[in-house]
């Protein structure tokens, strides 16, 4: 497994796997993800921010293809708020809790800070455990809860949290894992 920059060569492995995705996890990533076009303009590499995936080598099912088990990207928020990031992360369901979502954040994150972003935020549905603790250990904290803010296809609503990471304040936290030291960064 490798997690690397989003390119057009694996644009067709990612299509596959937003299609195989549950209708319920494509709502993370806030974009057209089953439109071809869509995905493949992706790959050309605009503007700060970034997309990574998680591929699989040779493909799971043994027919040579590359698979991609996870995506993350870091878009720019407009105008005012072009200094901040949000990240969109999904894993497929299959490969949950082996610690790809953690690897995808993390790189997202250096990503991020080092294409000049000082912000980055990430939402967050409030009982999605795995999401906040990986968020919090890459140096995340929550900075807003809106209540009742997502309504599920049960009817059911749900509230969201809204994690931020401010890049100036934490170098302290990112060296704690590991991000500092990728960035070059002076230890300490
Ligand atoms: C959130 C998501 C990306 C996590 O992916 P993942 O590959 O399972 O994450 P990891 O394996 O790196 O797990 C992260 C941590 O969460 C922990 N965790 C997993 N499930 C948990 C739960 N229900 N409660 C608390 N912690 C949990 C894991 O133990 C792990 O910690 P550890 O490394 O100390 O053991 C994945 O669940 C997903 O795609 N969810 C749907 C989309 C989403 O919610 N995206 C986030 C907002 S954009």
Known sequence: M??????????????????ELPEGDLT???????????VRSWATGDSAGGRWVAVDTGGEGGDGR???TGYVAVRPLPGWSDHVGEVRLVVAPSRRGSGL???LARQALVGAVSSGLSKLVVEVVAEQGAALAL???LGFSGEAL???HIR????ELRDLMVLAHHVSDTWSGMDTVGVADELGAPAG
């Open 135 to 137: 968020f919090t250990d």
């Open 2 to 19: 490798a997690v690397v920059e989003l390119g057009p060569e694996r644009c067709d492995a990612l299509l596959r796997f937003f299609g």
């Open 146 to 148: 809106l209540r009742d």
């Open 28 to 38: 993370f990533i806030k974009e057209e993800v089953t439109d071809p076009e869509t």
């Open 66 to 68: 590359d698979d991609v």
């Open 152 to 155: 599920g296809r049960d009817g």
């Open 101 to 103: 979502g953690r690897e």
